[in-house]
């Protein structure tokens, strides 16, 4: 009976070895989500916080509430400079964009960047009424609306909450009236000075002519690191034989288009 037992065990351990190498690759390609910078780290958003320096958890919801998933991430604020690292979304696999954004008070510009690629890319992309008060969460607020003029308008851009028990620092940031709205929410305040080195562009880091050549080359290297361990693995384990399932398929598959 013991004999059995271990035969079976070692019977599914080999079969778990003898997957097909492109088909699991092809499984992790499908599992890679799309690389987005972080678009709301802006002139507006940056202006809202001023010279604080401070360190606090973000979450940011983009678009409608309930839509897709937040990001959650880590916000700093240095001398009217900000600091943005989302955190690390890594599969079963390990594999992670490592995206972060650095808004540079000194020169308003933002750039986007990438730990695996050590490279960075400059991201190209008012009236207040108000204040009302409200709760977000447990903090008390003052809540303002800043708006654009557009043409003869005045369209609202951004719904503002600043915690006033929190040196008036923002809590929530809503933008709207634009194809890139988010919602950034702020908790866990330290009102203390983050290090100096995370509001300067890394030394050794390449510079991108963009975030799309960039994410681009962080794509292709992705999907290169994924075909080498298929391969990898075929060279370890042989490649599977075909099944009466993978001929069938094969069979009945059509091409795209007629020859």
Same mark, same amino acid.
């Given at each position: ?15 778990? $070895? ?7 690759? #092809? ?8 690389? +987005? ?27 409608? %509430? ?6 959650? #991430? ?47 890319? %400059? ?10 008060? +409200? ?5 008390? $607020? ?36 634009? %194809? ?63 099944? +009466? +399932? ?14």
């Amino acid at each position: 009976m013991k004999i059995r037992v271990f035969l079976a065990a070692v019977t599914v351990m080999f079969a778990g $070895c003898a997957m097909d190498p492109d088909k699991e690759t #092809g499984r992790d390609l499908a599992r890679m989500t799309p690389v +987005e910078p972080p678009t709301f780290l802006n002139a507006d958003v940056a202006e809202l916080f001023g010279k604080a320096n401070f360190s606090a958890r973000v979450e940011v919801q983009k678009g409608f %509430p309930g839509s897709r998933p937040p990001i959650l #991430g880590d916000l700093s604020g240095r001398d009217g400079s900000l600091f943005f690292i989302a955190d690390e979304q890594r599969g079963r696999r390990g594999i992670s964009g490592g995206l972060s954004a650095l808004w540079d008070g000194s020169t308003q510009t933002v750039y986007l960047l990438n730990e695996p690629l050590q490279g960075y890319a %400059p991201m190209r992309s008012s009236i207040t009424n108000g204040p009302l008060e +409200e709760d977000v969460g447990a903090e008390h $607020c003052r809540k303002t609306i800043l708006s654009r003029r557009m043409g003869n308008d005045l369209v609202p851009a951004l719904v503002v909450w600043r915690g006033i028990a929190q040196q008036d620092l923002p809590l929530k940031i809503q933008s709207t009236n634009t %194809p890139t709205a988010a919602t950034l929410t702020l908790s866990r305040i330290r009102f203390q000075a983050p290090p100096a080195e995370l509001f300067t562009l890394p030394n050794g880091f390449k510079k991108y002519d963009s975030t799309d050549a960039m994410i681009a080359e962080l794509t292709r290297r992705k999907t290169e690191a994924l075909a080498a361990r298929s391969k990898m693995r075929r060279e370890r384990f042989g490649t599977p034989a075909t099944t +009466e +399932e993978d001929e069938y398929t094969r069979t009945t598959e059509k091409p795209v288009r007629p020859y």
